[in-house]
């Protein structure tokens, strides 16, 4: 009987040791990533369902019987989601044989992606007891002659293992040493550009004009490192990243918004179109994992957020509203300047790591956010609010003009507008984001370039001839004069939370007490266009004459004729004047 049942331990070790060996033989030719369905067992950075498997892992469905309070009974409860390699054994996936006291089963697969999703393990109640069978094995066990026979098998499975460990060391050599070949080639492509060169090499107006190379594109993108998630709308994310030791934001645009992702990566290839209130471009990239595509574009990171959080938190004096409002105005006013020339490129890349793409968009990273943000939370001095209103106009500004000359930028319309898509500088000044919707028009040409998008813009930011359905498409100064409008409302935005006389307005978006938070196209269209409702002014403003000058800029640039209301060159204009004669009242 010893004999029988030592020949029966040798073969269970041996096909043990044979299991083992397989595996480990199968893993060398196994380089990729496992997705598993998970469901009460998912990673905290991994939603939608689902896991990533590391090499050599597995899904597994599991199952657990659990009190219920509600109606005091045992109910199955099934979790789902990915084992770790350390973890994926045989002894891991076969667990549910051995006995427990809460019922429990467990099943492992490996074959494709989602495996797990349609396993579904059941309980089964098992006595604490061995069987007579197992219970003659285990006594027979302690025998010498089982002791040599495992022993043995052991040797075997070592020897075995040392092979395999000398192979998969060969391997990751051979490896290593193609890696470092390619960081070689990296190296002198690339050089030890900052993140700041590269940006400069966008925008360089020499030689070819061709910018950052399609090749260098690719590089920058597999060196992003995302660190933390900063921002969530329509389009996708917002997160924090770093490229090189430095800090840059990366928009994650869903799979449905590739129409903004590729928008706005056209407008940022724009030659010309860098300045120093438009948000700095540094890449664009596609990269995907086999489930799923993700669309990167890659930018400064400004930490103040966007003009809407800055306003809800920060309160301006009359310097800070100037600075703020002429800076946006600059913008804006870029945006709609044509300049016309020769054409140049911009790097932009796509990116794939086999199973998924993703877009890339990297910028520079503004680390006070957007304008939205630092409203909410900072109150502004008339030199703080005059700075952020007079940049922002110069980025506008920028984009509408056109201008003649060697390097060729068309006038650009951006026709979303609002506090959340113009992020504050760490000096107080905007920047211009966000170009899904932009338009471009080249005058030489006549050529109107409307994106091919689904997307709409803000409701509670559109003009009266959006909202009515009157505006002429067909007129590129139809688009211009319509972010004058939506503009307007961001300069009444940033004037609240300016300090005057000693009293500062809590920070509200616009038509606050007139729409819900959420308004509808009708909700809109009623207050502005049958009522021609405006934001209202606050009397206090009517004594300090900054002030008056701004209020009425905004009440010209809201008109409902948008043929009437300013530009925004003439806004950059009259707010560059307005900080200047604040900056010399301060030195008398």
């Known amino acids: ?226 660190i933390e998630s900063i921002g969530r709308g329509r389009f996708g994310e917002v997160w924090k990243a770093r490229l090189r030791d430095e800090y840059v934001a990366v928009k994650v645009f869903y799979t449905s918004e590739e129409a903004s992702w590729s928008r706005e990566t056209d407008i940022y290839k724009t030659v010309l179109l860098r300045h120093e209130n438009i948000l700095g471009f540094v890449a664009a990239d596609i990269r995907g994992t086999g489930s799923y595509t993700q669309m990167l574009l890659i930018t400064d990171y400004l930490e103040l957020g966007s003009l809407h959080d800055y306003l809800k938190v920060c309160v301006l004096d009359l310097a800070a509203m100037l600075k703020l409002t002429h800076s946006a105005a600059c913008g804006l006013s870029h945006l709609h300047v044509e300049v016309l020339g020769k054409q140049g490129f911009v790097a932009a890349d796509i990116r794939g790591t086999g199973s998924y793409t993703q877009m890339l968009l990297i ?44 390097q060729g930028k068309p006038a650009i319309a951006h026709r979303d507008i609002k506090s959340r898509n113009i992020l504050v500088k760490r000096d107080r000044t905007c920047a211009i984001a966000d170009f899904g919707l932009a338009v471009k028009y080249k005058s030489d040409t006549n050529e109107l370039d409307v994106a091919a998008n689904t997307r709409v813009g803000t409701k509670r930011y559109m003009p009266p001839e959006v909202l009515d359905e009157t505006i002429d498409t067909s007129q590129f100064e139809a688009y211009r004069m319509a972010d004058m409008y939506s503009f307007a409302l961001v300069l009444w935005e940033i004037a609240r939370r300016c300090i005057v006389n000693d009293t500062v307005e809590e920070y509200q978006l616009p038509y606050y007490d007139c729409v819900p938070s959420n308004p509808s196209f009708e909700d809109m269209k009623k207050v502005v266009c049958v009522d021609q409702t405006r934001p209202a002014i606050p009397k206090h403003w009517s004594t300090c004459e900054t002030m008056q000058i701004i209020s009425k800029v905004m009440q010209e640039s809201w008109k409902q004729n948008p043929g009437a209301r300013l530009t925004a060159l003439r806004v950059k204009k009259t707010l560059l004047k307005l900080e200047g004669q604040n900056k010399n009242e301060k030195v008398v």
């Open 1 to 226: 009987m010893a004999d029988v049942n030592g020949v029966f331990l040798w073969y269970q070790c041996f096909k043990k040791t044979l299991f083992i060996i397989g595996a480990l033989l199968i893993s060398l030719n196994e380089v990729y990533s496992l997705i598993c369905y998970c469901a009460g067992h998912c990673p905290s950075n991994q939603p939608n369902g689902s896991c990533f498997a590391r090499p050599n892992s597995q899904c597994f469905s599991a199952v657990e019987q659990v009190y219920n309070q509600d109606t005091g009974l045992l109910e199955d409860e099934r979790t789902y989601g990915c084992l770790p390699p350390e973890e994926n054994g045989f002894m891991q996936c076969k667990g549910h044989l051995v006995p427990h006291q809460i019922p429990k089963s467990i099943a492992c697969c490996s074959k494709e992606d989602w495996c797990n999703k349609h396993l579904k393990p059941n309980t089964v109640v098992r006595t604490t007891t061995p069987s007579p069978m197992y219970q003659g094995e285990l006594m027979s066990y302690n025998g010498p002659y089982n002791l040599i026979i495992c022993l043995a098998s052991v040797s075997v499975c070592i020897a075995f293992l040392a092979v395999v460990v000398f192979m998969i060391c060969y391997r990751l050599m051979n490896q290593k040493e193609s890696r470092r070949g390619y960081l070689d080639v990296e190296k002198k492509i690339i050089g030890g550009e900052t993140v700041k060169d590269l940006i400069d090499r966008s925008n360089d107006s020499s030689g070819s004009g061709s910018g950052v190379t399609l090749l260098v594109q690719r590089t920058i993108g597999k060196q992003v490192d995302m």
């Open 363 to 406: 910028t520079d990273y503004l680390e006070l956010g957007s304008l939205h943000d630092y409203l909410k939370v900072c109150v502004l001095d008339l030199a703080a609010m005059l700075k952020l209103t007079h940049s922002a106009a110069c980025g506008l500004s920028h984009l509408h003009v056109e201008v003649l000359g060697k």
